[in-house]
Nanobody
C-alpha cells in the first residue's frame, strides 16, 4: 500500500506559477512511476504528466508541454509538479498517482491515488 498526500495548491493569477508536492508513505516509493492528473468541474480526470521510477523518463500532456515540469526526489519520497505560465483553463483539482510505468499511467493504469489539491487560476 502507498499513501499519497498532495500539497501546494492555491489561488494564483494567470501567468503565475505554483509548485505542487506529493509525499508518499508505505511501500517503496522508488519502484513506482509517479504522475499527476487533474479534474476540472464537469470534466473527466485527465493525464497531466508522469515520470519513471528512476526519473530518467518523462511524459507530458500536450496541453502542458513547455509550461509544466514533473520531477521526483526518491530520497524524500516526493514527486513535484512545477507549473509555470498558468492559464485559467488549468483550474482543477490535481491528483498525485503511483503506477507501474509511465506508459501505463498515460493510459490511466494507476495503482494508487492521492486525495487531490485544488489549483485555481484567475484571469
Amino acid at each position: 500500500q502507498v499513501q499519497l498526500v498532495e500539497s501546494g495548491g492555491g489561488l494564483v493569477q494567470a501567468g503565475g506559477s505554483l509548485r505542487l508536492s506529493c509525499v508518499a508513505s508505505g511501500d517503496t516509493f522508488s519502484v513506482y512511476a509517479m504522475g499527476w492528473f487533474r479534474q476540472a468541474p464537469g470534466n473527466e480526470r485527465e493525464f497531466v504528466a508522469a515520470i519513471s521510477a528512476g526519473g530518467g523518463s518523462r511524459s507530458d500532456a500536450d496541453s502542458v508541454k513547455g509550461r509544466f515540469t514533473i520531477s521526483r526526489d526518491n530520497a524524500k519520497n516526493t514527486v513535484y509538479l512545477q507549473m509555470n505560465s498558468l492559464k485559467p483553463e488549468d483550474t482543477a483539482v490535481y491528483y498525485c498517482a503511483a503506477g507501474p510505468t509511465v506508459a501505463t499511467m498515460r493510459n490511466y493504469g494507476v495503482r494508487y491515488w492521492g486525495k487531490g489539491t485544488l489549483v485555481t487560476v484567475s484571469s
